[in-house]
């Protein structure tokens, strides 16, 4: 390369450069443009701009062809260098100002806050649409207000928040709820309930039957006001006598009762329910005679009685025609006679329960001419009363004397269920029932509490009650382990007593054996204990055995003798001689060992192996805690 050619070129690099700059700063150069735009004695071309290989992009070089090398160089430096600020600089549109920035924003948000009110009235309209497309939002009012009929008034206790909460669900069910007045049929009026509650129970139950309940506990008697209280409610109440179809009473003294009672004059055809206890029974309050006849005397469905204390003067247009009749709390001279409480029988020929309750005893001598005729009452054509439909009996404290003459002159061949319980000696009220079940007796259930009984005589009864299924005996000392023994295996000549027994209640029982009791709950097992409930035994053909085996059985004990003599390999032999002639007793169910001391916590852990449910009181410690 001669001289000439590069100081050519060289020219043709410098002088092109310099006049363009010079053209294009006629003011003093920024120094960012200096920095940007390189002095032109410093740019160069690169070093291998003429010796490229073949596949870059071809440059025509020249005259002159170097300074337009450079140019381009220059500005692809240029817009490759510049920031965006720099641009943003060089636009020529004016800046906004800050208050127009803030107003812009401030409408922004204005309008995202009145989407999201929108969102959320379109999210609630879409929750209630689909609400109202569940299944229970489509229910009839009136298929509603069965349902809630059935769900508050189904118990046989009325919860008190059911109905409130039923009517804070929504408005449509407090709507519903509202205009089903059999739901507000209920009325009470005690220590806790207002007589406010009460009004508006009785306008809103319109016309349907009412159950009046008027409760007011001798604890809360002190602080005065109870008669006042009671006097204004039966005021209320009172309008409403001709719908009443149940009426209880309790109140804490005899004169509160009748000033109750004394407003019961209007007729009440509807009524079938009338209790009125009277809590402080033992005590001799001085009072105006019994405020008779109650409800004018016309009570025509009138089917359950229950006095407590309250004296009636025994009068039989009160009692006639009942299906169930409890009287209790009645002493000394306010007990009933025996010929009271029988022609109370005579008078209700369909009754269905009887319950006397914590009553003085007759004189002997008032029973003197039952007992002479004990089927034979002269005053009447009919030997005994006649009581089919009678299912269940209580006798609890009501005189040895009284409930005596009273079995013997009544026939209960349909009893299923009787408790004889703080009675004395109840031998002879067992030999009644005996004399019953000569005919016909389904006793299912039996009770025997604080009574002295011959234990014979009771095994006798029992040997009848094919048909007992529960046999409670609560605090008696003749439960020895005889009576157990009893009941655990049938003799060579009898069938087993009480097969289908299935609950035994040995409450406060100290005399009982283990051993009988053990014995007890294993003859009442399937012959096999795995296969439940017991299959029955093919019949097998009979081979001449052995000699050998023949000794051998003769040498085995008898079933019965090893029944009462459990081995101590675990499971006695519980198969009677010829098991095909016994019906199999039902395996226990239920046994009550409470107040039972003599019955340790491993033997409690026995009987629950085989018995499903098994009662005993828990262990104490000497500090009372379980």
Same mark, same amino acid.
């Given at each position: 390369?001669?001289?000439?050619?590069?100081?050519?070129?060289?020219?043709?690099?410098?002088?092109?450069?310099?006049?363009?700059?010079?053209?294009?700063?006629?003011?003093?150069?920024?120094?960012?443009?200096?920095?940007?735009?390189?002095?032109?004695?410093?740019?160069?071309?690169? #070093?291998?701009?003429?010796?490229?290989?073949?596949?870059? %992009?071809?440059?025509?070089?020249?005259?002159?062809?170097?300074?337009?090398?450079?140019?381009?160089?220059?500005?692809?430096?240029?817009?490759?260098?510049?920031?965006?600020?720099?641009?943003?600089?060089?636009?020529?549109?004016?800046?906004?100002?800050?208050?127009?920035?803030?107003?812009?924003?401030?409408?922004?948000?204005?309008k995202m806050a009145s989407l999201m009110n929108?969102?959320?009235?379109?999210?609630?309209?879409?929750?209630?649409?689909?609400?109202?497309?569940?299944?229970?939002?489509?229910?009839?009012?009136?298929?509603?207000?069965?349902?809630?009929?059935?769900?508050?008034?189904?118990?046989?206790?009325?919860?008190?928040?059911?109905?409130?909460?039923?009517?804070?669900?929504?408005?449509?069910?407090?709507?519903?709820?509202?205009?089903?007045?059999?739901?507000?049929?209920?009325?009470?009026?005690?220590?806790?309930?207002?007589?406010?509650? %009460?009004?508006?129970?009785?306008?809103?139950?319109?016309?349907?039957?009412?159950?009046?309940?008027?409760?007011?506990?001798? !604890?809360?008697?002190?602080?005065?006001?109870?008669?006042?209280?009671?006097?204004?409610?039966?005021?209320?109440?009172?309008?409403?006598?001709?719908?009443?179809?149940?009426?209880?009473?309790?109140?804490?003294?005899?004169?509160?009762?009748?000033?109750?009672?004394?407003?019961?004059k209007e007729k009440a055809p509807m009524l079938?329910?009338?209790?009125?206890?009277?809590?402080?029974?033992?005590?001799?309050?001085?009072?105006?005679?019994?405020?008779?006849?109650?409800?004018?005397?016309?009570?025509?469905?009138?089917?359950?009685?229950?006095?407590?204390?309250?004296?009636?003067?025994?009068?039989?247009?009160?009692?006639? /025609?009942?299906?169930?009749?409890?009287? /209790?709390?009645?002493?000394?001279?306010?007990?009933?006679?025996?010929?009271?409480?029988?022609?109370?029988?005579?008078?209700?020929?369909?009754?269905?329960?009887?319950?006397?309750?914590?009553?003085?005893?007759?004189?002997?001598?008032?029973?003197?001419?039952?007992?002479?005729?004990?089927?034979?009452?002269?005053?009447?054509?009919?030997?005994?009363?006649?009581?089919?439909?009678?299912?269940?009996?209580?006798?609890?404290?009501?005189?040895?004397?009284?409930?005596?003459?009273?079995?013997? !002159?009544?026939?209960?061949?349909a009893l299923e269920k009787i408790a004889l319980?703080?009675?004395?000696?109840?031998?002879?009220?067992?030999?009644?029932?005996?004399?019953?079940?000569?005919?016909?007796?389904?006793?299912?259930?039996?009770?025997?509490?604080?009574?002295?009984? /011959?234990?014979?005589?009771?095994?006798?009864?029992?040997?009848?009650?094919?048909?007992?299924?529960?046999?409670?005996?609560?605090?008696?000392?003749?439960?020895?382990?005889?009576?157990?023994?009893?009941?655990?295996?049938?003799?060579?000549?009898?069938?087993?007593?009480?097969?289908?027994?299935?609950?035994?209640?040995?409450? /406060?029982?100290?005399?009982?054996?283990?051993?009988?009791?053990?014995?007890?709950?294993?003859?009442?097992?399937?012959?096999?204990?795995? #296969?439940?409930?017991?299959?029955?035994?093919?019949?097998?053909?009979?081979?001449?055995?052995?000699?050998?085996?023949?000794?051998?059985?003769?040498?085995?004990?008898?079933?019965?003798?090893?029944? #009462?003599?459990?081995?101590?390999?675990?499971?006695?032999?519980?198969?009677?001689?010829?098991?095909?002639?016994?019906?199999?007793?039902?395996?226990?169910?239920?046994?009550?060992?409470?107040?039972?001391?003599?019955?340790?916590?491993?033997?409690?852990?026995?009987?629950?192996?085989?018995?499903?449910?098994?009662?005993?009181?828990?262990?104490?410690?000497?500090?009372?805690?379980?």
């Open positions: 390369m001669d001289t000439t050619f590069s100081s050519a070129s060289r020219e043709d690099l410098v002088t092109p450069v310099k006049s363009k700059v010079s053209a294009s700063h006629t003011s003093p150069i920024d120094p960012i443009s200096l920095s940007i735009h390189p002095s032109p004695r410093r740019m160069r071309v690169p #070093a291998d701009f003429f010796t490229r290989p073949a596949g870059t %992009a071809g440059v025509s070089l020249g005259r002159g062809s170097g300074a337009a090398v450079a140019c381009n160089l220059a500005s692809a430096s240029y817009n490759m260098q510049t920031p965006p600020s720099s641009q943003a600089r060089d636009c020529t549109a004016p800046e906004a100002s800050i208050p127009d920035l803030r107003e812009a924003l401030s409408s922004l948000e204005s929108e969102r959320e009235r379109l999210e609630k309209s879409l929750e209630q649409a689909a609400r109202l497309q569940a299944p229970i939002q489509r229910l009839p009012s009136e298929l509603l207000a069965s349902i809630f009929t059935i769900g508050v008034l189904g118990a046989e206790e009325e919860d008190t928040l059911m109905l409130s909460n039923i009517m804070l669900v929504c408005r449509y069910w407090a709507d519903v709820a509202m205009n089903t007045p059999v739901l507000w049929s209920r009325v009470a009026v005690s220590n806790h309930v207002s007589l406010d509650k %009460a009004k508006r129970r009785l306008s809103r139950s319109k016309s349907v039957p009412l159950h009046v309940d008027i409760n007011f506990s001798p !604890q809360m008697d002190g602080r005065g006001g109870t008669t006042e209280t009671i006097i204004h409610a039966m005021d209320i109440l009172y309008p409403s006598i001709w719908r009443w179809k149940s009426f209880q009473l309790s109140v804490p003294t005899r004169p509160q009762a009748h000033a109750a009672l004394s407003r019961c079938q329910v009338l209790q009125v206890r009277v809590f402080n029974s033992m005590q001799d309050d001085h009072y105006t005679p019994p405020p008779l006849p109650l409800f004018d005397g016309h009570f025509p469905r009138l089917s359950v009685c229950s006095f407590n204390s309250f004296n009636f003067g025994w009068d039989l247009s009160m009692v006639r /025609g009942l299906r169930v009749l409890e009287l /209790g709390g009645y002493w000394n001279k306010f007990a009933p006679a025996v010929d009271v409480i029988l022609d109370i029988l005579r008078a209700s020929p369909q009754l269905e329960e009887l319950s006397l309750r914590n009553m003085s005893d007759v004189d002997p001598e008032t029973c003197a001419m039952y007992e002479h005729e004990p089927h034979l009452d002269k005053r009447f054509p009919s030997h005994m009363i006649q009581l089919p439909r009678l299912t269940k009996m209580t006798f609890h404290y009501s005189g040895i004397q009284r409930t005596r003459t009273i079995l013997s !002159q009544i026939a209960f061949p319980c703080y009675m004395d000696n109840v031998t002879t009220l067992l030999n009644h029932l005996k004399r019953q079940s000569l005919t016909s007796l389904p006793l299912q259930h039996l009770r025997i509490e604080a009574s002295f009984f /011959g234990e014979l005589e009771l095994v006798k009864l029992l040997s009848r009650m094919s048909s007992l299924t529960t046999l409670e005996l609560v605090d008696v000392e003749d439960a020895s382990s005889s009576l157990i023994r009893s009941l655990s295996a049938p003799t060579a000549t009898t069938t087993w007593i009480c097969p289908k027994l299935e609950t035994l209640n040995l409450d /406060g029982c100290t005399t009982l054996d283990w051993d009988a009791l053990r014995t007890f709950v294993e003859s009442r097992l399937p012959a096999h204990v795995r #296969a439940y409930p017991r299959q029955a035994v093919p019949p097998m053909l009979t081979l001449p055995a052995p000699a050998s085996y023949s000794a051998l059985t003769l040498r085995q004990p008898h079933p019965t003798h090893a029944l #009462a003599h459990p081995t101590s390999h675990g499971r006695s032999h519980s198969v009677p001689p010829n098991a095909s002639s016994y019906s199999w007793p039902l395996r226990l169910k239920g046994l009550d060992l409470t107040r039972c001391h003599q019955i340790s916590k491993e033997m409690i852990q026995w009987l629950r192996l085989y018995v499903d449910e098994v009662k005993c009181e828990t262990a104490r410690g000497s500090w009372q805690e379980s």
